[in-house]
T-cell receptor, first 113, second 116 residues
């Protein structure tokens, strides 16, 4: 069975602080894809990043960075120098064979000015 | 290119009624998936349609059904509404939807359903 756990329900940080959102996944499939989505108040989930199980190379994109570690089944997301516009709910998701995504319960991030 | 469009944006129904939600995918996308989002539960997969056929189904009762038309537009129907059906229903589309590809989902803004 597939499962995604986001243990942090809510996080509050002061603007310009760094923040890391944790994601732990479970699957027995050897081929899988991991995603992060951002959900602003408007409701529409916005794609942030995708990683496949064969690519453990970490990535930095502007203020965003991702740390994928198969040994610990984690796919953590860090925002550097957070901004108020980063306030949203962030979802980690797992996809295995087929087109069904398994989402975590989300982490609500509030950046305080 | 227009994004995923869901209508209506808000719905208020009473218990026992039925409801139909609509989703227009991004032009050219053939796969449409539906998710239910409730506080504390995250997104729960309802079903996926590809080329007018239901390809995957989540663990929801038979009151939840859907269909897809030849133009890839999809509808979701919930019959005999219960209070627990109150949720944000999100539709997502992707081009191919084949397994083991690196497809990503494009989401609509959802339909907020309130059951009174």
């Amino acid at each position: 069975a597939q499962k995604v756990t986001q243990a942090q329900t809510e996080i509050s940080v002061v603007e310009k602080e760094d923040v890391t959102l944790d994601c732990v996944y479970e699957t027995r499939d050897t081929t899988y894809y991991l995603f992060w989505y951002k959900q602003p108040p408007s409701g529409e989930l916005v794609f942030l990043i995708r990683r496949n199980s064969f690519d453990e190379q970490n990535e930095i994109s502007g203020r965003y960075s991702w740390n994928f570690q198969k040994s610990t089944s984690s796919f953590n997301f860090t925002i550097t120098a957070s901004q108020v516009v980063d306030s949203a709910v962030y979802f980690c998701a797992l996809r295995v064979a087929g087109n069904q995504f398994y989402f975590g319960t989300g982490t609500s991030l509030t950046v305080i000015p | 290119k227009a994004g995923v469009t869901q209508t209506p944006r808000y719905l208020i129904k009473t218990r026992g009624q039925q409801v139909t939600l609509s989703c227009s995918p991004i032009s050219g996308h053939r796969s449409v998936s539906w998710y239910q989002q409730t506080p504390g539960q995250g997104l729960q997969f309802l079903f996926e349609y590809f080329s007018e056929t239901q390809r995957n189904k989540g663990n929801f009762p038979g009151r939840f059904s859907g269909r897809q038309f030849s133009n890839s537009r999809s509808e979701m129907n919930v019959s005999t509404l219960e209070l627990g059906d109150s949720a944000l229903y999100l539709c997502a589309s992707s081009f191919f939807g084949e397994s083991t590809t690196n497809e990503k989902l494009f989401f609509g803004s959802g339909t907020q359903l309130s059951v009174l």
